[in-house]
């Protein structure tokens, strides 16, 4: 039977991204050594970074006067490295779920953290707005997509002071303009790359404004002179990530890819909301996330949960599941995920609602 793969992440790739990196565990690039084998600093390897570099600033159309390099960590490590970095007293921030709450509580150990806004009094299923952001905070910190609550901020703010934004979640999945940001970084494994990769992009001219004392591996500017080679980066992953950016680029790059996500989304929350056996998460339609459609059972149809995931499961739909902490169903339809895996969710759900009623 045929998987149709909505894990939040990691998650669905390219099968060229799949086919391309076994190909190349085997023998890469020629050399007729593996992937895993050969150093990080053969020519070979180097142009890869090098590629996939190129690919990001043309994919993203990013301006000059940026760098963009590839870390370890996890977007989890960039909590702390973004405050390390560019917060001097003070930094604001914008509370839109977990992730958004886990970046606030490293920042707060480095200075003074205003929450300018925060949608937790109603489990995080909106994205707060008419917010002031503080004049004098060296930065502002979004979460675009949240990942857990499925909320989205589809627009690129204007709020007066630098903009940070972690993309973990929907990288590529929608045009957006850099320029409007000073610093951009998320882990890859949502929408690029297995895990193990991070990325970054980072308006250099940000950088060496604060007076603390930064270890050298945490510092964003040791990792843009040495080009991602500081130390050793996973190159696995990198390769990987050059495939997805390789493919992004084949589908049209992300103009295309933002309007194959726009049908794949309308086509799933449309099912949501005429379907009787269930309810969207999010009520505001220009709240809701394209990547991460988060849905619980209707009301009066709640005993039904366990059944239906697992009467989607035995269909072939593999992690629709909601994360622990919000319970209900999530299905992730990340750039890789084609229109007829969401086509055969909502056909499952209606095949459901016709047993129901
Ligand atoms: C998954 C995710 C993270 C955590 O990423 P790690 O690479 O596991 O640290 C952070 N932010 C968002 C929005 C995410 O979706």
Request: hydrophobic content about 40%; some cysteine; glycine content about 8%.
């Amino acid at each position: 039977m045929k998987k149709h793969n909505f894990y939040a992440g990691p998650s669905i790739l390219p099968e060229s991204t799949v086919e391309n990196t076994i190909a190349a565990l085997k023998d890469f690039s020629g050399t007729g050594l593996s992937l895993m084998e050969i150093s990080h600093r053969s020519k070979q390897f180097v142009a890869v970074v090098d590629e996939a570099v190129a690919l990001f600033k043309e994919l993203l159309n990013i301006p000059e006067g940026y760098s963009v390099i590839f870390l370890g960590g996890g977007a989890s490590l960039q909590f702390c490295m973004v405050p390390y970095n560019l917060m001097g007293k003070k930094a604001a921030y914008l509370n839109t779920g977990e992730w958004a709450s886990k970046a606030i509580k490293e920042a707060k150990l480095f200075g003074e953290v205003a929450v300018v806004g925060s949608s937790e009094d109603k489990k995080f299923n909106y994205i707060p707005r008419g917010y002031t952001v503080p004049a004098d905070a060296d930065y502002f910190h979004i979460t675009t997509n949240n990942t857990i609550y499925g909320t989205e901020i589809l627009e690129d703010l204007e709020v007066g002071v630098p903009l940070v934004a972690d993309m973990s979640s929907d990288i590529f999945s929608r045009v957006i303009d850099v320029s409007k940001y000073v610093l951009i970084y998320g882990g890859a494994q949502k929408n690029l790359a297995p895990a193990g990769v991070t990325f970054a992009i980072v308006k250099d001219e940000i950088l060496g404004k604060v007076d603390r004392v930064i270890p050298t591996m945490l510092k964003y500017s040791t990792h843009i002179s040495k080009e991602s080679m500081f130390n050793t980066p996973p190159v696995v992953p990198i390769y990987a990530a050059l495939q997805t950016l390789k493919w992004l680029k084949e589908m049209g790059g992300v103009a295309e890819m933002e309007k194959i996500n726009i049908r794949k989304a309308e086509l799933m929350y449309g099912e949501i909301d005429r379907n009787s056996l269930f309810k969207a998460t999010v009520p505001a339609v220009e709240d809701r996330s394209r990547m991460n459609v988060c849905f619980v059972m209707n009301d009066g149809f709640e005993g039904f949960e366990k059944e239906f995931n697992d009467f989607a499961t035995e269909r072939g739909m593999i992690g629709i599941k909601g994360h622990r902490s919000a319970g209900g169903f999530r299905a992730s339809l990340y750039n890789a995920l084609p229109y007829s895996s969401v086509e055969a969710l909502v056909a499952v759900m209606q095949e459901f609602e016709t047993l129901k009623k």
